[in-house]
């Protein structure tokens, strides 16, 4: 015969299970922060030159790449032929085909965790939330470094030895007598606050005074 759960296994069984109505709220407001950031630009890299006075630039949003301006995308890709780099294609970026559907996927999960889900699967949403946003900076960065890195020096018209083209993950950097400026963009914003407001939630969920406490038999 098996023996009774004492009070303590009772109030951890409960904290698993139950998930406090304001890290519900919180949940569901950063879910829908992340399905909000699909509707603007994530990021936003700008060129400013003596001979591009008014400047060039290019927001990336979670499927596409395009120009700020009508034909900035068509230019900033001319020049980075004369020094060797690589054209901006966004049909051949796999990550803009990954990051909608798993956008999209996450919010939904988080919407339904903050419905019916458990403390645990709360952690578990805020802690793959954390993971993607990590890996997502560390593939943006590589993705930067292999552009103004990996150059076609044989066919470039303009070669500089030694220099790389490799525009800033966050900042201003100058590259020849370019300023290039990279900062999130709208959605950018949206999806840092979403991970933001994740935390709260995740620390509201273990500050929560239904938390069980070792040694005291008492929730």
């Not at 109030?11 to 139950?18: D, E, K, L, P, S």
């Not at 909000?36 to 790449?65: C, D, K």
Request: proline letters at 8%; a positive charge.
């Amino acid at each position: 015969m098996c023996a009774p759960d004492t009070t303590l296994q009772v109030a951890r069984r409960n904290f698993i299970m139950t998930v406090p109505l304001r890290a519900r709220w919180l949940l569901a407001m950063a879910s829908l922060m992340l399905a909000l950031a699909l509707a603007f630009p994530l990021w936003r890299i700008s060129l400013v030159a003596p001979q591009y006075p008014e400047g060039l630039g290019m927001q990336i949003w979670a499927h596409t790449v395009a120009g700020i301006g009508p034909n900035d995308l068509q230019n900033i890709n001319g020049l980075n032929h004369y020094i060797g780099m690589k054209a901006i294609v966004p049909d051949s970026i796999p990550e803009l085909r990954i990051m909608p559907p798993g956008i999209v996927a996450m919010s939904v999960l988080g919407l339904l965790i903050a419905w019916k889900g458990t403390r645990r699967f709360l952690m578990l949403w805020v802690a793959a939330l954390l993971l993607a946003g990590v890996v997502g900076l560390a593939d943006f960065y590589r993705w930067e470094y292999d552009y103004g890195h990996n150059l076609d020096l044989e066919n470039a018209p303009i070669q500089v030895p030694g220099m790389s083209y490799q525009p800033p993950l966050i900042g201003s950097k100058k590259l020849l007598n370019f300023t290039a400026t990279s900062w999130p963009a709208t959605g950018g914003v949206l999806a840092i606050l979403a991970v933001g407001v994740a935390i709260a939630a995740a620390v509201t969920t273990m500050r929560h005074p239904d938390a069980p406490r070792r040694g005291t038999g008492a929730v």
